[in-house]
């Protein structure tokens, strides 16, 4: 256990809806990152997050947004879901917020979003 | 860009015979690399980690890496495979001056034969 939560475990919804996948870092972690994996485009990072504030983005669609909340969760929001939105959603935290020898990241367990 | 590259995406051994999975790496600058394992229905677990301190890194599980400059490889080995190192293997690697964000390999799945 990475003491890392993600919630839902499963997401089954239909194209054009929008769903909300939260993590919760381990304690005292202040960063989160949240990375996508599907068969076609392996694991991919999506954006990064330093106490409450956008750090880091990557391959993120204008479709998804996220956030940080004060006690350190995060949501990543995806709307007019399509098809190809359909992949495993990992969360993980580190303690530091770059990339340093300390800057360990620890993975949730993922959430499965399907879109049929 | 950076990137990882992982040789094989399916490599089977059987139980008790060596272990290694393939990785290369391309940066300018000096990388720190990742091996991370999943096993099926998990998420990623850390199994050893390149930060400049050694170039031979031992990991949990038995398993060790070891960073090659010249090569731009960090291959993953275990001396003898046991039936529950079935799983993924991805190597990762992250741009010290880049934040955070790890850049993964396609991952290598790992088959032991009994």
């Known amino acids: 256990d990475s003491g890392v939560t993600q919630t839902p475990k499963h997401l089954i919804t239909a194209t054009g809806q929008r769903v909300t996948l939260r993590c919760s870092p381990r304690?005292?972690?202040?960063?989160v990152y949240w990375y996508q994996q599907s068969l076609d485009q392996g694991l991919q990072f999506l954006i990064q997050?330093?106490?409450?504030?956008?750090?880091a983005k990557g391959n993120i669609l204008e479709r998804f947004s996220a956030q940080q909340f004060p006690d350190l969760h995060s949501e990543l929001n995806l709307s007019s879901l399509e098809l190809g939105d359909s992949a495993l959603y990992f969360c993980?935290?580190?303690?530091?917020?770059?990339?340093?020898?300390?800057?360990?990241?620890?993975f949730g367990p993922g959430t499965r979003l399907t879109v049929l | 860009a950076q990137s990882v590259t992982q040789l094989g995406s399916h490599v089977s051994v059987s139980e008790g015979a060596l272990v290694l999975l393939r990785c290369n790496y391309s940066s300018s600058v000096p990388p720190y690399l990742f091996w991370y394992v999943q096993y099926p229905n998990q998420g990623l677990q850390l199994l050893l980690k390149y930060t400049s301190a050694a170039t031979l890194v031992k990991g949990i599980n038995g398993f060790e890496a070891e960073f090659k400059k010249s090569e731009t490889s960090f291959h993953l080995t275990k001396p003898s495979a046991h039936m529950s190192d079935a799983a993924e293997y991805f190597c990762a690697v992250r741009i010290n001056n880049q934040g955070g964000k790890l850049i993964f390999g396609q991952g290598t799945e790992l088959s032991v034969k009994p």
């Open positions: 997050y330093y106490n409450g504030e956008e750090r």
């Open positions: 993980a935290s580190s303690a530091t917020p770059s990339g340093d020898s300390y800057n360990e990241q620890f």
């Open positions: 304690s005292g972690d202040l960063s």
